[in-house]
């Protein structure tokens, strides 16, 4: 079975700065995909970005960046110029293009600082 | 585009009631979840639909839990009888593509269970 493994319960950045949230994870299949979401205090989950397993490239969108370490097994996002509006729990959550299952991590509670 | 449309939003009852929840997903999304949030957890699959064929349903407590996915569209999400541990937020979610494992998220049903 896959695990997600989310080993910051919660963090803090002050406004306009970067922060960085871990994630690892551990699967024995080769094909798979990586995302973060974001949930706010309103409860929707929103795709924040996804990484596929094969692409050696580390996604990018906007403010938003990973550092996609596969041998290490590590999924980390970085926020650049953070905003008072990315304040909420995130999560990292792995999908097995074999499994089909989208498996989560217990999220990190990240609070930006004005 | 509408997005997955879950109802009610709020759920407060006793102990040994029942309860039902809705999903409407995206239009032409094939692959539906429902998703349980333990306050502080990430979400958990509780089941997984292609079509109105039920692909995962392992980690769902039959005992006491059912769901439905008439005609391949609506679904829905019951409980009886409810206990104290099954206060959290129901999720559904959907996707277009089963394979990348993008799903789109409805705001969530949370329940409490007094």
Redesign the interface.
């Known amino acids: 079975a896959q695990t997600v493994t989310q080993s910051q319960p919660e963090m803090s950045v002050q406004e306009a700065e970067t922060v960085t949230l871990s994630c690892t994870y551990d699967t024995s299949e080769s094909d798979y995909y990586l995302f973060w979401y974001k949930q706010p205090p309103s409860r929707q989950m929103i795709l924040v970005i996804r990484q596929e397993a094969y692409k050696q490239q580390n996604a990018t969108e906007n403010r938003f960046s990973v550092n996609f370490q596969k041998a290490a097994k590590s999924f980390s996002l970085k926020i650049s110029d953070s905003q008072l509006g990315d304040a909420a729990m995130y999560f990292c959550a792995y999908y097995g293009a074999g499994s089909y299952q989208l498996t989560f991590g217990k999220g990190t509670k990240l609070s930006v600082i004005p | 585009e509408a997005g997955v449309a879950q109802s009610p939003r709020y759920k407060i009852i006793e102990k040994r009631q029942s309860v039902a929840f809705w999903c409407n997903p995206i239009s032409g999304h094939a692959t539906l979840?429902w998703y349980q949030q333990i306050l502080?957890?990430?979400?958990?699959?509780l089941i997984?639909f292609q079509n109105n064929g039920v692909?995962?349903d392992s980690q769902l407590p039959k005992d006491r839990f059912s769901a439905e996915r008439l005609k391949g569209v609506d679904s829905t999400l019951k409980i009886q009888p409810a206990k104290l541990e099954d206060s959290a937020?129901y999720?559904c979610?959907s996707s277009l593509v089963?394979?990348?494992?993008?799903?789109?998220?409805?705001?969530?049903s949370?329940l409490t269970v007094l």
């Not at chain 2, 089963?98 to 705001?107: D, I, K, P």
């Open positions: 979840y502080g957890q990430g979400p958990k699959l997984q692909v995962d937020v999720l979610a089963r394979a990348t494992g993008e799903l789109f998220f409805g705001e969530g949370r």
